[in-house]
């Protein structure tokens, strides 16, 4: 479960959200885009009267020296630095807790998150908590921010999670592990560097996990049921660069103009999930994601076709859209057709990328509370274009067994 609303009738959540949406405005950050822009962010930092920030991140980018040349701009401009490097993937309560006890320690006046999307998000809630009187657990659902957070400025170095545009984080609970969402537009952060010479040493697997991540945002988005003109928008042009140099950046990860493409991308398929939310891959990936620790890219990937093969009866128009903008040979094909060619598509990159469409540690016992757990996810927070009951929910799961 992501979080539970102690309402009955999804339906009537989901159409409550539409109205929502309609009205909500939904701000963005000023975007820095181009190998280098983080630099530019930096001095945009200190331009707006940044004096002494927090750098969220995890040990791993600090140890490559990937930050290196940030702290170096922002000190060289009389901005003092603190850095909490404790992020690990899923980032936790716990962590975010240790975050806000070096910012106090160190009095910061802003956030800067430099990372993949665990870094980000951490950073999120760590600038949200400072500012609210509220423990995390208090935070989590939607619209529980009654304080702006602390001036937030992100530098994502994976193309995937679009939580630099997005308005929501997601936190994992200490113990349990169990995920669950923070929403609030005011999450959203104040500026974002694109910055693609920063990702050009992201190993190909997590390159194809994370990638996958946001063609999984964009699709998602894209048969939403509450995407909007401009969420297709942004999902189409997401997708369309996404296919193309998705495959690039895994053969090619140091080619600057491919990883730039994949951030921009990345970030525009955010934007469209940020409009139109997400759907059952992201629901069945979350809750096996959270029990058996499996990257939240991967688990979206190999989710992503046996969802497809299911909701395509629901939206075969919209996957032959998707298939067209992929390039895929779809003239003189039916929508069905080629609806089926971009599922085949996304199989065919899986085999390329060395993802499996098994999970190795799923557990046939484990089935139908995952199932259950998606669903109540799915229900009460996505607009999906085909419903799914329990038994179908753990036909889908299922298909993730090993033979
Ligand atoms: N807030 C949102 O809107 C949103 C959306 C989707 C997912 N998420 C969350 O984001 C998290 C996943 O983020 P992620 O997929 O970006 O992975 P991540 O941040 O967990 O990073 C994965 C690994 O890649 C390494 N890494 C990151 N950038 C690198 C680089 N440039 N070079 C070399 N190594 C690098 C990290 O050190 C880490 O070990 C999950 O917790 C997921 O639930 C959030
Ligand atoms: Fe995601």
């Known amino acids: 479960m992501l979080f539970s609303l102690q309402v009955k009738g999804y339906k009537s959540i989901i159409a409550g959200f539409k109205a929502l949406s309609k009205v909500l405005p939904v701000p963005q950050p000023t975007v820095f885009s181009g190998p280098g822009s983080s630099l530019e962010l930096c001095r945009s930092m200190a331009h707006l009267g940044e004096k002494n920030v927090l750098i969220v991140t995890d040990k791993v980018l600090r140890e490559l020296g990937l930050l290196d040349p940030v702290m170096a701009e922002l000190e060289s401009l009389g901005v003092t630095v603190a850095v909490y490097d404790g992020v690990l993937p899923d980032p936790t309560n716990d962590q975010v807790e240790n975050g806000v006890e070096i910012l106090k320690q ?16 951490a950073a999120k809630v760590i600038s949200a908590r400072a500012t609210n009187d ?3 657990d208090q935070l989590k659902g939607v ?22 545009v997005s308005i929501a984080a997601v936190v994992s609970d200490s113990v349990t592990h169990q995920k669950s969402l923070v929403l ?3 999450l959203v952060p104040r500026m974002a560097a694109l910055d693609g010479a920063l990702m050009t040493g992201l190993p190909p697997l997590v390159t ?7 063609l999984t945002h964009a699709v998602e988005a894209y048969v939403s049921t509450m995407s909007t003109e401009e969420s297709d928008r942004l999902a189409l042009a997401a997708t369309r660069m996404i296919m193309e140099n998705l495959p690039k950046a895994i053969e090619n990860g140091k080619d600057e103009g491919v990883r730039q493409a994949m951030a921009t991308g990345s970030s525009y ?10 759907g059952y891959v992201h629901a069945i990936a979350h809750t096996f994601g959270a029990k058996y620790h499996t990257p939240h890219g991967i688990a979206n990937a190999l989710t992503l076709p046996h969802v497809l093969d299911y909701c395509k009866f629901g939206s075969e ?28 598509r996304i199989r065919q990159m899986l085999v390329e990328f060395g993802i499996t469409e098994t999970l ?9 509370q995952l199932a259950k757990d998606a669903l109540k996810e799915a229900h009460y927070n996505y607009p999906v274009p085909r419903y799914m009951d329990q038994k179908t929910c753990e036909a889908v799961i299922e298909k993730l067994l090993v033979a």
């Open 143 to 164: 619209l529980k921010l009654r304080n702006a957070p602390l001036p937030l400025y992100v530098i994502p170095t994976t193309a995937g999670t679009g939580s630099e």
């Open 134 to 136: 509220k423990t995390v």
């Open 360 to 368: 190795e540690a799923l557990n046939k016992e484990d089935i139908p």
């Open 106 to 121: 160190h009095n910061c006046g802003a956030v800067l998150a430099f990372g993949g999307g665990s870094s980000l998000d």
């Open 208 to 214: 194809a996990a994370t990638g996958m991540d946001a």
């Open 269 to 278: 398929a955010g934007m469209a999930m940020t409009r139109a939310s997400l």
């Open 184 to 186: 609030d537009p005011k």
């Open 317 to 344: 128009d919209r996957l032959a859209k998707l298939a067209e903008v992929s390039g895929l040979p779809v003239a003189g094909k039916t929508d069905r057709e080629a609806a089926q060619l971009f599922i085949d």
